[in-house]
């Protein structure tokens, strides 16, 4: 069974920059996609960003263009979220997740790692 781990969350000022990873146990893994939501306190789960494995085709979010970007090292198994000039409304728990197939739905997530940005 495929474990997605996260890391990389943690507390940060208005402004800061994180760097937030997610990495595949399988070393044979090799999903179609990996992607990156969160989810704030009371609010829904939501998409921040996907990356295709193979190619490194890129989709965000419309809210999180600018400031986010998703990329992936293939041979780590990893995908990583930059979050630039973070904002108090960045605060949520961020998962990881992966896609086996191009049917669009994400197979296996992670526990999450929570962003907690002070104004």
């Known amino acids: 069974q495929v474990q997605l781990i996260e890391s990389g969350g943690g507390l940060a000022q208005a402004g800061d920059s994180l760097r937030l990873s997610c990495t595949a146990t399988?070393?044979?893994?090799?999903?179609?996609?990996m992607g990156w939501f969160r989810q704030a306190p009371g609010s829904e789960r939501e998409f921040v960003a996907a990356i295709s494995w193979v190619r490194g085709s890129t989709h965000y979010s419309d809210s999180m263009k600018g400031r986010f970007t998703i990329s992936r090292e293939n041979w780590k198994n990893t995908v990583y979220l930059q979050i630039n000039s973070l904002k108090p409304e960045d605060t949520a728990v961020y998962y990881c997740?992966?896609?086996?197939?191009?049917?669009?739905?994400?197979?296996?997530w992670g526990q999450g790692t929570q962003v907690t940005v002070s104004s």
């Open positions: 399988e070393r044979t893994f090799s999903p179609y996609a």
């Open positions: 997740a992966a896609g086996a197939t191009d049917d669009g739905g994400f197979d296996y």
